[in-house]
């Protein structure tokens, strides 16, 4: 990479950075909003079920460091495919596995969607962070991570798109859970669903982001919609 694209990429990226960080109060609006909703609606929420939920997502994360490692030693686009494709057998494997444990009440599996939803909206607060502290560095690992957002095709993105998603996702998380809460064999329709739509949405996110939001939002919906009318 020449002197004069590295600046022009740091400076992109600086202000991609100057206008995410001032949103990400915003970002905790997102599970606000959902609790907001279901608590109004007459299903409060449970605290310990919550927790539950955050702490299946964590671990799901986890679980991906191992495939991480492995895919390292593949091309770049094989490596994305494997990661990014492996989120839908390790999420909804770790979902189904924390409700058949715990329990599948339309309140718990609620709650448990939400703190689900709520630390994905969390990790990505935390990555806008990591992000600005790229901004200004030049060392081989920031490049690498630089080359990679590029990739992504959401440098030049607003931040907006940022919220949009977060919603989406949260919802079809949310829905995904009331999904396996209500017949657990739907785990084997959930498991390419997700990896399907996480794959879709990285191609997608390369050509148009809008089309890329759009998909989301018709999934993420339809997931939570279909998941409330399983329980009703």
Known sequence: MTTTNLNTQNDTLELQVKKTLPLLPVYVLVPVLFWVVFHYSGTPLVW????????GWIIALMLRGPVSAVAMRLPKEKAQQIVVGSSGPLEEGVRLGLLLLTGSGFSWAL???QGWAAVEVLYTMVQVVAIASLAKRTDEKALQAKAMLEAQGTVNASPVWGIVERISASAFHIGCTLLAAANPWLVFVLIPLHSAVNLTAVRLAKKSLAMMEL???IVG??????????HS
């Open 111 to 113: 709650s448990i969607g």
């Open 48 to 55: 310990a079920a919550f927790g539950l939920g955050a702490l």
């Open 221 to 230: 919906l339809a997931a939570l919609v279909i998941g409330l009318l399983a």
């Open 215 to 217: 998909v989301i939002a």
